[in-house]
């Protein structure tokens, strides 16, 4: 499933390839047919993202509605420049501008919002990182009462919107947070650089499409190579200490993480 980053990085790419352009839209699978009707001829004005959910607004339709996305673990968009083809397989939605052709298929949720919804869509998520109006205190309200796990709460979009179980098991590592440490025992000044860190290598991720956890500089500059480069997520041994990466199960993720630099975990 794609992390915040990505729908990020997807609603600026969006904006550039349709931004302004009057749109045919269709739903060669016919899951989405009513909505591709209203949306029809619509001017595309812009995409934007709130944790892993992304939105698309428009300009002329005869009622305000945002289309709501979620891509979920199957879905994906392909996008087209010069020769279209036929549509095959389960597009949900193809998007056609004077740019570009953009075809959305397999995504959990895609869906017509009034403005309502859409606040109220953003009041049940947690804060983002990729928001410069977000407040990590909304965030930090929730973990430091908790019991669940720090690792559980990460992954809760409820208490904090975009994070995925990559940058989890990375955030946890760089912040040296044992496995199974509870919320209501992580102090304040680690929630705090927790934050930072996450905003830092987030926006990291938008800028190189990548997930860059090692060999970013406190500036946020790094070294983007031709593969992801993790401390702890799927690697074998610690890059500091050597031991072996050991996994366990949090909130029904598989969490990597070192035993000698962040504690053994349970058991």
């Not at 909505?35 to 959910?53: I, N």
């Not at 090692?214 to 610690?238: A, F, I, Q, T």
Request: charged share 25%; proline share 6%.
């Amino acid at each position: 499933m794609p992390e915040g980053h990505t729908l990020h990085r997807m609603a600026l790419d969006h904006s550039k390839w349709l931004g302004g352009d009057t749109l045919r839209v269709s739903s060669p699978q016919g899951r989405f047919s009513e909505g591709a009707e209203f949306l029809d001829g619509a001017e595309f004005v812009r995409a934007s993202a709130v944790g892993k959910h992304l939105l698309w607004h428009f300009r002329g339709l005869e009622r305000p509605r945002v289309v709501h996305i979620h891509l979920g673990l199957f879905g994906r968009f392909r996008r087209y420049v010069r020769k279209v083809p036929e549509p095959r397989g389960a597009i949900r939605v193809r998007l056609q501008g004077n740019r570009c052709t953009l075809d959305l298929s397999g995504p959990t949720v895609c869906e017509l919002l009034t403005h309502p919804q859409v606040g109220a869509l953003r009041q049940r998520l947690g804060p983002d990182p990729l928001d410069p109006k977000a407040d990590p205190e909304r965030a930090w309200a929730k973990i430091k009462r908790s019991r669940r796990s720090v690792g559980a709460l990460l992954l809760d979009q409820s208490v904090l919107a975009g994070v995925g179980n990559v940058y989890r098991a990375e955030l946890l590592f760089l912040h040296r947070i044992p496995p199974d440490l509870s919320g209501r025992e992580l102090p304040k000044p680690t929630f705090d650089a927790l934050w930072l860190d996450t905003v830092r290598l987030l926006q990291v991720g938008v800028f190189t499409n990548k997930i860059i956890t090692r060999g970013v500089d406190e500036e946020g500059g790094h070294k983007s190579g031709r593969r992801e480069r993790l401390w702890v997520y799927k690697e074998r041994r610690c890059h500091l200490c050597a031991a072996e990466i050991r996994k366990m199960q949090t909130a029904s993720r598989t969490l990597y993480f070192c035993p000698v630099c962040q504690g053994h975990g349970p058991g």
